[in-house]
């Protein structure tokens, strides 16, 4: 019986990626023909059939190689979508590669490659999220399921058990926490069924009563763990690993390997590799396309600026930027003076130093206009930590737990904190903690779409704020 469980199981799974590989071949295939079909000037012919063939083919070996095909339980949907682009971008650029070197690219209507190339990852996407609904909804009602066991009752157990609970869709079966730790276990902070130690747990896998296994016991027991994954590999469960590291405050951690040796990072900037390059490349476009539009009133401000109190136009003040190191950011001068010491005070209501002018422009965050061009420059990001002053830096890094994290990315111009209120003066300890707080908040979560949220945010109701003085 249990055998037959475990059979199914592979089958179902089996079905599923079979009939998602149909899918997406029907898929790629229909889209160039409804493509030949709406543009009249071009008529179904086999050069048609053969790139249509030749898409197909290759978006299955390459989706292989992109994992595609892998169970997405538990697989967030912008990702499989990413995949999806990422491997019909490497179809694309084969075929065109493959036609320049055929020499037959002059076969084809460049408005039909067109729109195959461009519409089919959408279509493509489409079918991905109907083949979830789909199988979500089997799931929920108990088809293809999967049985699951907690090693560890603790904080990491407990969320993962959460998540567990609140998608059904993934069809996951909780079977109940496994525990050796007998003081441990007496806890109130979960509803979870404690099913009995580990040795009850084998038991249950060698009889094929559990699919999957989690460990999630502290680094601190890792000779147990050792031992545990090696009685498990008497079984035929799926088993993973997911170490507690609540001991620590993980900063975007990720995993990597040093020639063969396998680590996770503690502290981390999640601008590596590719996100890297589209941080940058956002910020490039955006500030541009502001720069352009905001070129007249930048001029307007420092004429008024300058026309107004005795002083330059702009003023520039030591910042830590990115990895701690010092930047100069550019501002329109709202003060009479132009501190950039060692000691620094903050701005406050009804301060004497600001001119009337300047009060008006930060009060608007009109001020910040020109650190755009520290955007374009590299020194800044659109969304980002506020950089503080240098002495301000020096001041809070010993007063603040992981203050200094904040210098994991570039600063930005505005950021998560400040479109939830916190920008403005930080006259109390409690105040910069917060910031700091929603601050590494973003570097955890960090998401282009994050991004694109927070400077939306930002248009609607940041640049005017009661704080800001």
């Known amino acids: 019986m249990d055998k037959n469980h475990s059979k199914g199981r592979l089958r179902n799974t089996q079905l599923v990626v079979f009939l998602s590989k ?6 790629i295939f229909l889209v160039l023909m409804l493509a030949v079909w709406v543009y009249p ?24 190689m992109g994992y595609l095909y892998h169970s997405w339980r538990g697989m967030p949907l912008f990702q499989e979508l990413l995949r999806i682009v990422l491997v019909w971008l490497g179809v694309v650029s084969l075929l065109l590669l493959i036609g320049y070197g055929l020499k037959v690219s002059s076969d084809y209507s460049r408005v039909v490659i067109n729109s195959w190339f461009f519409t089919t990852p959408l279509f493509l996407g489409v079918a991905r999220l109907v083949m979830r609904t789909i199988l979500g909804h089997m799931r929920s009602l108990g088809h293809n399921t999967r049985n699951v066991a907690v090693v560890g ?8 058990f959460n998540s567990i609970k609140r998608s059904p869709w993934l069809g996951m079966q909780f079977v109940g926490f496994f525990d050796d730790r007998t003081p441990a276990l007496e806890r109130t902070n979960w509803e979870g069924t404690l099913e009995g130690d580990f040795k009850q747990l084998l038991a249950k896998t060698k009889k094929g009563e559990v699919d999957l296994i989690y460990i999630t016991l502290p680094l601190t027991a ?5 031992e545990m ?7 035929t469960a799926s088993v993973y690993l997911v170490p507690d590291f609540f001991v620590f405050s993980l900063f975007h951690g990720n ?26 490349m956002q910020d490039v ?8 539009i905001i070129a007249l009133p930048m001029l307007l401000i420092a004429t008024v600026v300058r ?3 005795s002083g330059p136009a702009l003023f520039k003040q030591r910042r830590y930027g990115i990895d701690g190191k010092e930047i100069y950011v550019w501002k329109f001068r709202s003060m009479r003076v132009q501190d950039d010491g060692d000691r620094i005070v903050q701005a406050k209501r009804n301060d004497s130093r600001i001119t009337p002018v300047g009060a008006f422009l930060r009060r608007t965050s009109l001020d910040e206009l020109p650190q755009f061009l520290n955007v374009l420059f590299g020194e800044m990001s659109i969304v980002g930590p506020r950089p503080h002053a240098v002495a301000h830096n020096e001041e809070y890094r010993d007063l603040i737990k992981g203050y200094m994290l904040r210098h994991a990315v570039k600063p930005g111009i505005t950021g998560w904190a400040q479109i939830n209120g916190w920008r403005g003066e930080t006259d109390t300890l409690d105040k910069m903690e917060k910031r700091v707080e929603y601050d590494l908040w973003y570097i955890r979560n960090w998401s282009s779409l994050l991004d694109i949220k927070i400077i939306f945010l930002t248009v609607i109701k940041g640049f005017v704020g009661k704080q800001a003085y």
Not at 153 to 160: C, I, R, S, T, Y
Not at 262 to 276: A, C, I, K, Q
């Open 22 to 27: 149909i899918a997406d071949s029907a898929v």
């Open 41 to 64: 000037a071009t008529s179904w012919n086999m050069s048609f059939a053969f790139a249509g063939l030749a898409g197909v083919i290759l978006f299955l070996l390459l989706s292989e």
């Open 153 to 160: 009752a603790g904080e990491m157990g407990v969320k993962l």
């Open 222 to 226: 890792q000779p147990r763990i050792v």
């Open 229 to 235: 994954v090696d009685q498990l590999a008497d079984t």
């Open 255 to 280: 995993w990597s390997s040093l020639d063969g040796l396998h680590m996770v990072s503690v502290f981390e900037t999640p601008f590596l590799g590719v996100d890297g390059w589209v941080k940058r």
């Open 285 to 292: 476009v955006l500030a541009s396309v502001i720069l352009f």
């Open 307 to 309: 026309l107004t109190s």
